[in-house]
Structures are given as structure tokens and as C-alpha cells.
């Protein structure tokens, strides 16, 4: 299972890269304007950081400006993924973008059917937002598992389920146990998975029982 780390924050994802967790980053229109950076550097700079993909939104709302848009992305760096909207203008960019050879990253799926149009038109990743769906008291992770069941029975479809609007760790295992491809989440999320109280408190009791031998392994 691969996790991506869902930030436009460098120094954060330079941080993290260092974990050896990080499989790639997914950015969108909100995160790039929270970093108060330009766009096409701050891209570049994040490529230039990590190995893996690094997802980038076009913002354009129709299918011609949307090519154009991903192209520009896609020419600064080999592991760009162009991020679109699931959109009927963003699946005819997904097309054609995937079929000149660039990853797409089709976002915003909050149905098994919108992720089935993501198959057809040849998305690299399809990113539906867990989260988004349990804050309106609906299963997000419901829908991970009927998408990862559908997938499965069509051996032709290559898109992996990057699984999005993570909010902390049973996001992570539950999409872990559908067996999803890919989880993108925000540092916090990412930190929190380290985290157990008992590891930290059977760690105190360790550490105060070796003090008291007087010992030293170095
Ligand atoms: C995914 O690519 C999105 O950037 C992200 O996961 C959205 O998460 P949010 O619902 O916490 O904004």
C-alpha cells in the first residue's frame, strides 16, 4: 500500500520524505493557495523533493482549456500527474491527456459509478474523498470498498483508488483492509499512524528500568 502525503507544504513533505513513508504527494487549488507560493514553482520544487507523483489541479472547467492547462503541468516534470475534476470536461481530459502518456489524477469522486467513468477514460488514479462523505453522515469507506469491488472484476481496468479527505488513522486501516491502492493524507494523519499511548508509556517503563542498571550500550 502506498502513502501520499495530501500538502503544498515543502518543508512538510521534505520532513516527512525522510520517514521513507511517502510514496508521493496530492496537492489541490486550496492547499497551493494556503502556502501563499506560485504555482508552477512551488510544483516544481515539490517534484524536485520526492520520487513518486506528484498530483497538480488544473482549474479550468472545460475540456480544451483543461488539455492545455495539463500539458503546461505535465511539461514540468516527469512525475506530475495532472489533477482533474470528475467532470464530464474533466473524463474527455482525462482521455486525452492519458492517451498522449501523462498520469491523471481524476478528483472529487464521491460515487462507485463516477469511478467507473474514471476506468473508461484511462485514469492513472481515481481519488474519492472519504472524508467529505462521512461529514454529510454518509460511508465514506463504504464507497472504497464497493469501488475496490467493482475494479476487481474488470481486470482491464489499471486505475488505482487513491483514497482522499483522509481524516486520521481508521481511515487509513479501513482502506487498507479493502485493499486500496493508494492513501493520501494531511502530515497530522500521517504522524498520528505512529502513535499508540502503550508505546509511549511502555517506553517510560524501559527507559527507567535501564537507567537504573547503570548501564550503557554505547
Ligand atoms: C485529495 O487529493 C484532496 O486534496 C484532499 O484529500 C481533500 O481533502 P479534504 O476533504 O480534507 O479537503
Given at each position: 500500500m502506498k502513502f501520499f502525503i495530501d500538502t503544498a507544504d515543502l518543508d512538510e513533505i521534505t520532513a516527512l520524505t525522510e520517514t521513507g513513508m511517502i510514496n508521493g504527494v496530492t496537492t489541490n487549488p486550496s492547499l497551493i493557495a494556503k502556502s501563499g507560493r506560485p504555482f508552477l514553482e512551488l510544483i516544481a520544487d515539490i517534484c524536485q523533493a520526492v520520487t513518486g507523483p506528484v498530483s497538480a489541479e488544473v482549474t479550468a472547467i472545460d475540456a480544451p482549456t483543461m488539455i492545455n492547462e495539463g500539458r503546461k503541468l505535465a511539461a514540468i516534470a516527469e512525475n506530475v500527474a495532472v489533477k482533474v475534476p470528475l467532470t464530464e470536461d474533466g473524463l474527455i481530459a482525462c482521455k486525452t491527456l492519458s492517451d498522449a502518456g501523462t498520469m491523471v489524477n481524476v478528483t472529487l469522486c464521491f460515487s462507485a459509478a463516477q469511478a467507473i467513468l474514471a476506468a473508461k477514460a484511462g485514469a492513472t488514479f481515481v481519488s474519492p474523498f472519504v472524508g467529505r462523505l462521512d461529514d454529510l453522515g454518509q460511508d465514506g469507506i463504504a464507497l472504497i470498498e464497493d469501488i475496490c469491488d467493482i475494479y476487481a472484476n474488470f481486470p482491464n481496468f489499471t486505475t488505482e483508488i487513491l483514497v482522499a479527505s483522509v481524516r486520521g488513522p481508521q481511515h487509513v486501516v479501513d482502506a487498507a483492509k479493502m485493499?486500496?491502492?493508494?492513501?493520501?493524507?494531511?502530515?497530522?494523519?500521517?504522524?498520528?499512524?505512529?502513535?499508540?499511548?502503550?508505546?509511549?508509556?511502555?517506553?517510560?517503563?524501559?527507559?527507567?528500568?535501564?537507567?537504573?542498571?547503570?548501564?550503557?550500550?554505547?
Open positions: 485493499g486500496a491502492d493508494i492513501v493520501t493524507m494531511p502530515p497530522d494523519a500521517l504522524r498520528q499512524l505512529f502513535q499508540h499511548p502503550l508505546t509511549d508509556k511502555g517506553l517510560q517503563a524501559f527507559l527507567s528500568d535501564w537507567a537504573r542498571t547503570g548501564q550503557s550500550i554505547l
